[in-house]
């Protein structure tokens, strides 16, 4: 059991958010907007995971860098984080480029 995959995933999530916190592109400008729509995403993906999962095409790799911990079956506890981060990293460069655009113009 390693928490390397869970501790990389977790550095990244806090890395997001000194952007977003340089910036003031999603959870530093509206928190709750935020919120909302990262729950939205990891929910729908988690979803997703469990429909693939149950028809066998998504499944659990092992991995030494994993902490072995599941969810369910075949759904490894780093996904919900990984899911976090996608989504979150999502509406970051969403709300940049909306950003950066704006500008531009």
């Known amino acids: ?3 390397a995959y869970l501790g990389a995933l977790l550095v990244s999530i806090f890395c997001l958010g000194l952007i977003d916190h340089r910036w003031r592109l999603a ?3 509206d928190a709750r907007a935020t ?4 729950v939205v995403g990891v929910v729908f993906f988690l979803i997703w995971d469990l429909g693939g999962i149950s028809l ?3 499944f659990r790799g092992e991995g030494e860098w994993m902490t072995g911990v599941l969810l369910a079956p075949e759904l490894p506890l780093e996904e919900v984080f990984f899911l976090v981060l996608l989504s979150y990293n999502t509406l970051i460069a969403w709300r940049g480029a909306e950003a950066w ?3 531009r113009s």
């Open 27 to 29: 959870l530093f400008r």
């Open 1 to 3: 059991m390693s928490v």
């Open 35 to 38: 919120v909302v729509t990262v």
């Open 101 to 103: 655009l704006g500008r």
């Open 56 to 58: 066998g095409v998504f």
